[in-house]
């Protein structure tokens, strides 16, 4: 019973919780200052140059914008396995030392970002042999 009465809890919860919110990129700006609102753009540009930039190096829309999402997912793939790599190691060496289970699963752990980690930084290279080797003629 009190299972049933703590899902409900948590379901109303999620729910009241959650809303859409409806803005325009005016109202937006207008609220940034016009030091954010300036590097926000900036950013904005750079990305949108970058995303056209790929398009026409690959000849298609549905190619670039592959490749830069693959890129993206390439940056951001470092930090984010470097620190699950840590955090495992963390749970392998120094708390492992007591608790043999804490052991395999920091390892096992380690394992599956190390290889998160190949594979996000091959996967792009695999994506352009593929399509500028074998792809269009």
């Not at 409900?8 to 016009?34: G, M, R, Y």
């Not at 970058?50 to 390439?74: M, P, Q």
């Amino acid at each position: 019973m009190k299972k049933i009465v703590v899902f409900i809890i948590v379901l109303i919860v999620l729910l009241l919780s959650s809303c859409t919110v409806f803005a325009t990129a005016d109202e937006v700006l207008n609220k940034l200052d016009s030091n954010e609102t300036s590097q926000l753009v900036r950013a904005s540009a750079e990305q949108k140059a970058d995303l056209e930039k790929k398009i026409e190096e690959y000849g298609s829309e549905t190619y670039g914008f592959t490749a830069f999402i693959l890129d993206k997912i390439r940056i951001f793939s470092i930090p984010f396995c470097f620190l699950g790599i840590v955090i495992s190691a963390i749970y392998q060496y120094v708390i492992g030392i007591r608790k043999l289970d804490v052991r395999y699963k920091g390892f096992y752990t380690m394992i599956a970002f190390i290889t998160l980690f190949v594979i996000a930084q091959v996967l792009p290279l695999i994506f352009v042999i593929v399509i500028k080797g074998f792809g269009r003629s």
